[in-house]
Structure formats: C-alpha cells, structure tokens
C-alpha cells in the first residue's frame, strides 16, 4: 500500500530470452489496491528468488491501483492468453498506468502473440492518463484477430492515452481498432530520431452508421474523441498496409484531428474496403466529428508507385472528414482511388471528401494520380477525382473552399486526376458558398463521362486566380455537359439555386490543349443564365501541342456561355483567345447561346 515494489527476474534462454540476462519490472501499487503477477500454472511472486519457469514473461497481470511496468533493460510478454480482457495486462482501476520498454508478442513468431477479447494485450481501466513509452506489440498476421471484441493490443477504456515512439504489426481486432482502442482522446508523439508505426493492422468489423450509433473502423487506431500526431525534429509517424471494413482504415476519430511535425506522418496502402455493401469511407483517415482537422507535411502513398495509394470504396480515398473546418498544408496525396471499375455507388474523392460546414483550406498541397473509379448511373453521382466538398439540403450554406499556396510552397497541383461525372480534380457540391482557387497547377485531369476536367462547382462565389490548366478534358456529350477544364454549376444544386445571383471571375489564368471534344467549351462552360462570369487576363491557346485534327469542342471551342460573360484585359496583363476550333458551325471560340450579353476589352 503506497509503496513501490522492485522484482528482478530472471530470464531463462529456453523461453528465446537471453540467458542470464536480468531485467527489472516494477510494479507500483495504488493506495486502494493491489497487483498480482500470476505466471499460469499456480505460482506468485513471493520473493526475489523463486521465480518459476514460464511459457511467457508473464502470463497476466492484473490490478486494482495505478500500474507502471517499466523495463530498464525491456521487459517482453509473449504468448500470454486471457479469456476475458487483456491478454497481459489487466488494469481494473486506478489513475494511471505506464509502460516504458515494453514487448509485448514476438515480430516474426506468430504463436508469442497476446491475445484476449478486448485488448489483445493491455485492457486499462485507469481514469486519468495512460502513457506508453517505446511499446512494442507484435499480432499473428495473415487477418487473424488478436482481440475478439475491439483493439487489437491495446484498449483503454476511460483515460486519455498518449504514446511515444513504439512498433504495432500484424494485429487485428474483429470490430474496431486493429492495433488500440481508445474512449477518449489519444496522442502520438516522437522523440527527435524517434518513430511510431503501424503496419499490417486490421478493424474487421462490418457495422456501419446505417445500423448504430457508432460504426466499426480504425485499422490501426480507433478514438472516441480526438486524434493528435505530433512528430519531433527527425522523427516518423508511419501507417503501412492498415486495414477498416468500414471507417479510417488507419485512423478513426470521433473529435478533432491533428497531424504536425517536422518529421512528418505518411500513409501507404490503407484502406477502407468492405466489398460486399461498399460503405467503406476514409481509406487512411475518417474523422466523424469535431470543429477541426488539421494536417500539415503528411504524404499519402509514394509517388509513381501505383500500388502504394490509400483507397476508399465508396468515399474519400485518403481522407473522410466531417469536421467543422479542414486545413491541409504542405501535404501529398499520390494514388488515392475511391470506388471500383465495377462500382456503381455514388463515389468520391479518391483523395479528400469534406462534407463539413466551415472552410477546407488546401495550401501548397500535391495531387497526383487521384482517381473516382466508379461507374455514373441513374441517381448515382460519382464526382470528384481528388478533392469532393458537399453541403445541400435546401438551405444556402457559407461553406467555403480554398485551394492556395503556402509559406513554403509556391503552388499548389493537381496532376492525372480523373473522376467518372464532373470534376476530374475537384467538385464542390453545394447550395451557395464560395470557391477560391488561386496559385495551383491542373495537368491532364479529366472527367470521363460528363464535365469540368479540372474543376466543377456549385458555388455562388468562384474565384480562379493564376491558376494554369494544361491537356484537360471532358468526355461529357450533352449541352449541359463541357468544360475541358472548369464547369460551372454542374447540377444546379436545389431548384431555387437557378433563380440566385452567380458570379464567376477568372484571372491571370492559362489554359493550353484543352478540349470537350464531343460537349461544349473546350476550356470553360459556364451552364446556367443566373451566372456573371468574367474573364481577365485570361489565355487560351487551344493547339499549343493538341494534334491539329482534334478539336476543342462541338462548340465553344474555348468557352460556351448561356450567361452574361466579360472577355477583358488589364494593366499589364495578357488575355488572349487562338488556335481553337469547334466542330460544329459555330462558335469556334467563344458561343453564348442564351441571350447573354457578351463585352470585349
């Protein structure tokens, strides 16, 4: 009671532990409580020197007080098994516990895994904090759950958890948190040259939001409340081959998520991937709360490494979130796909689907190879290639998107973005709002079956400013279809949006090889007569390197209107209108087909 007790335990070589080697475990025991080291076949820790033969260090520890298990020289548990919670440790009560230098299973032996129902190895009852410190747990692989019920090493029930560098492979838990469970808020730091990772980690539970109040998710880390990642000096934060049926197949948080640091955080080839009802959202990160999320300096799979790309079946290849505000800086998103060639669901965003109520800021960020794979049916929108952002339902919403460079980085990308309805690289889907996008280069991103092979949106406030848009294209056949690069209020939103005041301006733009080959507007359509649209100091060069014989649209070959439009120039700037064609009689530049207005200077 209120003191510390120190056992030195032996270690036997037949047990693939050093021989002779001693390692020191300590075991504070809290003021209305007491601990029990039970080695499984009878005996206890009674004195220093009669220390049993074990098949693991420890076959359980169970307590009711504060425990602190710290390895001066490691301390490992392997093979250690529990019917009920926690395979090795089993906390029932008290404020803390702590973990320093602990191993729990063995990388690479299969059979040394800990398991139990909910916390493969650590079940936590204490209520203030938990702290692990250089913690390994190492599972059985092949999808095998090292927890029946939820957190495949760890699971901690009420207090906040944070962790400090440590290894997590191979673990699953057959509902949520293939690696840790969490009630509460959880916290991942690094020291400086340190690393966390989490890697072959599966959630394999099926249950979906449709169904409860609480759906199934988190590869590596399921929380309740909030999620922050904060990498120190050199060191990583790493998530590789994480796996949810459902939700974040990496993360899933329930509040706020950060995610800074020098070091910086990736993610390769997680997924959130339940094939057989396709309800799979965030394929690294679903986040289903909270006023913010906030990632800066996290790279998504490897560039020009197809394979390595995070993947959603149905939403958000990377990231899902719900956040009131989102706020990407400096982050690269190479090979997120949302949906399948075969899917007929209504997909989105194989890199970011944001579908809160504030600002998605997106500043000096990397787009490349962002797919929406799906197929368009009745009813069924697949849009978005690497950014999606929705807020409909009758009323106008203030939700605002913008897409701009950072202190660091000079521009931001999109490159080889694809969707299968409108907006190869980036949809807004929404009653009213604004949309600004400056300072960012589109490359060769296309819609396949309908418009706005770089942009499509919704909103009632555009801004395109600096921008270049070079070799996008839309497959689209219908006259409200078009927009090689940019389409205007694609599907009109609510049917009181026609009848609200649009403004569209774009400015001290580029566009090159632009074409809606069998629709209308090579560069831009705007769609509906509600929308003022301005364009200054704006180039369009439809055959810079485009082959001769192909042209940039049945009309409009760099822009069709069914609206008032403003072609001018200004100060010292540049706009310019050549080399476009259309295939039909007229318009081989520019047609206004609605009775707009149409001023030149």
Known sequence: KDSTATYRIPVGSANAFQAGKWVTLRVQIGSQGRVTLDFGDGSKISTEANIPTMDGLLKALSGEGAVSVIGTDGVTFTGCKASGTGGAIHQESGATMTLSDVTFGNDGDTSKACTGTNGGAVYTKASTTVTLTNVKAYGKGSSTNTASGSGG?????????????????????????????????????????????????????????S?????????????????TITNNGSGAVSFDDCAAKVKGGAIYAGGSVSITGTGGTSFTKCQASNNSNNVGRGGAIYQAGGSKIELSNVTFGIKGTPTSGCTATLEGGCVYTKATDATFTDCDFYNGTAGTATSTDETHAGGVSYTGSGTIGIYGCIFENCHNYAQATENKYPNGGAVYVFHQGGTYTSTKIIINKSKVRERSSFTNCSSKRFGGAVMVE?????????????????????????????????????????????????????????????????????????????????????????????????RYSNTTATLENVSIDGHKTLASGTVNAKSGGAVYANCDLTIKQSGIGKGEIKNCSASESNGGAVTESNGGAVNLY
Do not use: M, W
């Open 153 to 209: 090493a760890i699971y901690v029930s009420k207090a906040a958890l944070t962790v400090s560098d440590g290894e997590f492979k191979d673990l699953a838990a057959k509902t949520s948190g293939g690696a840790i469970y969490a009630e509460k808020a959880v916290t991942i730091t690094t020291s400086d040259g340190g690393s966390v990772s989490f890697s072959s980690c599966e959630a394999n539970g099926t249950t979906d939001e």
């Open 211 to 227: 169904t409860t109040t609480t759906a199934n998710g988190g590869g590596a880390i399921y929380a309740k409340e909030a999620v």
């Open 430 to 526: 929404q009653d009213g709002g604004t949309t600004e996008i400056s300072h960012t280069d589109f490359v060769r991103c296309h819609s396949e079956d309908r418009g706005g092979g770089a942009i499509s949106t919704d909103s009632f406030d555009i801004t395109v400013d600096d921008c270049t848009f070079i070799g996008c294209y839309s497959n689209g056949t219908e006259k409200t279809e078009g927009g090689g690069a940019i389409n205007s209020n694609p599907d009109g939103g609510s049917s009181s949006h026609y009848s609200v005041a649009v403004t569209f301006n774009v400015s001290n733009s580029t566009f090159e090889d632009c074409r809606a080959t069998s629709s209308y507007g090579g560069a831009i359509h705007f």
